[in-house]
Nanobody
Framework: QVQPVESGGRLVQAGDSLSISCAASRRTFSRYTVAWFRQAPGRERAFVAATSWSGSHFADSVQGRFSISRDNAEKTVYLQMNNLKPEDTAIYFC??????????????????WGQGTQVTVSS
């Protein structure tokens, strides 16, 4: 059982950078596929980025602005967000799975979810 815990979300201005974190207690977290999804008000949850054995994956809307990294010793995955835009405003959720999955972009592929952290970008 893994319980991801997100942190670091806050209010920032357009053009700013922000790093949010996803931490888990399980030592084998380094073997998990970990993804970030986001949900804006009135919209469905959407894939943002993922890190897996095959590398890093990004949604087109954040490609070139966001990066994802792991600190296996700290059992933490980070989402670095640069050049933030008001349309990046959302609750950001961390999701994880130990299973071998197909498309990392599907929310159905993930077994464990955090409670989310709010990122607000003002114009």
């Amino acid at each position: 059982q893994v319980q991801p815990v997100e942190s670091g979300g806050r209010l920032v201005q357009a053009g700013d950078s922000l790093s949010i974190s996803c931490a888990a207690s399980r030592r084998t977290f380094s073997r998990y596929t970990v993804a970030w999804f986001r949900q804006a008000p009135g919209r469905e949850r959407a894939f943002v980025a993922a890190t897996s054995w095959s590398g890093s994956h990004f949604a087109d809307s954040v490609q070139g602005r966001f990066s994802i990294s792991r600190d296996n010793a700290e059992k933490t995955v980070y989402l670095q967000m640069n050049n933030l835009k008001p349309e990046d405003t959302a609750i950001y959720f961390c999701a994880a799975t130990a299973r071998s999955i197909g498309p990392v972009t599907s929310s159905d592929a993930y077994d464990y979810w955090g409670q989310g952290t709010q990122v607000t970008v003002s114009s």
